[in-house]
């Protein structure tokens, strides 16, 4: 029955969902920053850490003092298990679709009851089911392996803000979004499918193993796009396992319902019959793929200074995406391969409450709204036009007057600043303004494309106790460490950590942050004085107002009590 397998899917994104809250509250993004060809970032705490660690113990001795407490306050920002779990629940959810997809659903009776008949017995039939299964597995965590061995884990660290990859992540999942919506289908040549399927006939273990290669290559039209979605989003994540652990979540819930009937081929009976209901899935996973490709572009716009994809220009997008999905769920628009929907059954009503449920969630966006639950992967608020929330607002930093006449790099990275606050962009001016001002400086290590920096701006600094001591009680500097924007050639280095040459303003404040706070993961705060030394440990993502709230005020007491010594 329908029913059996919606209710499964249900169940199961019901397990994903809390892990992936879980990861968003705990990991800090680190490969959402990392500049292309230049310090490659890795999480704070890995073993890729520790790597660097001995780098800067050994090129900079004025980093020992402060390696203990980066570290120290790196602990509680999460793991590297935590993150190959969460690509694996992904995976899992991305192979259930994939069985729902035309090209793979009336595989399933086909191709149990192949193995039933050619066995001759229950329990050979299981066992080679179970045989077929665990090729799968094989073949496409041999794919995720390749992946990773063509780019190289340093390459895969840089492909979250190069603009030519993100450009083409979004031009691929465009193009699938429209395969998916039945514009064209996406296929390998048919003289190597039928090369491979032809070695299937074969008996033993050889012949299973060809069998379960002939599937993943004549379903490649419909999982295609999923498997190359969950690729792109694995691999810019900058773990080395990542397209590897996807690509075994994916295999795995592939797999599963093969032998699953294998072991009890009177569940066949139960299954719903192929139909037009299984392209609906596609039509639906493609709306979903041209959403998501908007988040590639979007890094794109930010990193080179476009200024086409605004926050309210992408939420227009997406409102007019689910809109029409919605609209399509009730039958309204129909797509050239569509069959003919002569009534709304009760599943596809409810989804579509949801989606429009969804689209009215977005709209009040467009005026401002916070939207904290999808706010990291949204563009910064600042790039926002009209916000109804800062009609009147006071202008920002107006209390604090210094003798710095004009902010460096303002012009550049005032639509990163979420509106109400006024940091320096610049180290060195940060530290003039704490000497003439008594206050300590915050330093916020942030970036265009960095989804944490956004989550912890809409989600704590929105805090009216956290505003209130930003504003009050510190001098910020808001350091955007992936900006593409080249620097004067009089400024020019090459750094003395990585042995680099640092000729933007993101090289720059990366190799600064990296060389001196022998960290390289945003975001991460360190509060300093007027001379550079750090007051209290460094502190990454903490999506609790009040944890931060009284890391700020443990800052502020260092400071003062440096001050009256």
Known sequence: MKKVLLLLLTATMFIALPAVKSYANVRQDTTTTAPPDDIVFTEVGSAQDSIANSKVKTEKDTVK??????????????????????????????????????????????????????????????????????????????????????????????????????????????????????????????????????????????????????????????TGPLIGTLLVDAASKGDRLGPAVGMFGFSFALAIPFALFALFPSLLKSLPKSGGWLNSVKVVLGFIELAFAFKFLSNVDLAYHLNLLDRE???????????????????????????????????????????????????????????????AFLPPTATQDFDLNNLTAAPAGSADKTSIKEKKYAELFHRLTPKGFDPYYDYEQAKQASKELGKPVLIDFTGWNCVNCRKMENNVWSNPEVAKRLKNDFVMAELVVDDKTELPVEEHYISTFSKKKINTIGKKWSDFQAATFNSNSQPQYVIVDAEGNVLVPPQGADYEPENYIKFLDSGKAAFQKKTNE
């Not at 995976?91 to 066995?119: D, E, H, R």
């Not at 628009?333 to 929907?341: R, V």
């Open 313 to 375: 220009v992408f939420l227009a997008i997406w409102i007019a995406i689910f809109a029409l999905m919605g609209i399509y769920l009730l039958g309204k628009i129909k797509f050239s391969h569509d069959s003919d929907l002569p009534y709304l059954s009760v599943p596809r009503t409810f989804l579509a409450i949801i989606v429009f449920a969804w689209v009215v969630y977005l709209i009040p966006g467009m005026w401002g709204a916070p939207l904290k639950s999808i706010s």
């Open 65 to 222: 003092k402060d390696t203990a407490k980066v570290e120290t306050a790196a602990k509680a920002t999460g793991s590297e298990k935590l993150t190959l779990w969460q690509t694996f629940l992904k995976g899992l959810l991305f192979g259930f679709a994939a069985i729902l997809m035309p090209c793979i659903f009336p595989m399933l009776p086909l191709t149990v009851s192949f193995f039933t008949k050619k066995a001759g017995s229950k329990s050979k039939a299981v066992g080679q089911a179970i045989i077929y299964g665990i090729s799968i597995i094989i073949i496409y965590v041999a794919l995720g392996m390749l992946v990773t061995i063509a780019f190289g884990s340093d390459a895969l660290n840089a492909l979250s803000t190069n603009g030519i990859f993100n450009a083409f992540f979004f031009l691929m999942l465009v193009v699938f979004g429209a395969s998916f919506l039945g514009a064209f289908e996406i296929t390998l040549p048919s003289a190597f499918v039928n090369k491979i399927d032809a070695k299937s006939d074969k008996g033993g273990l050889m012949g299973i193993f060809f069998m379960a290669f002939s599937l993943a290559l004549v379903s490649f039209s419909c």
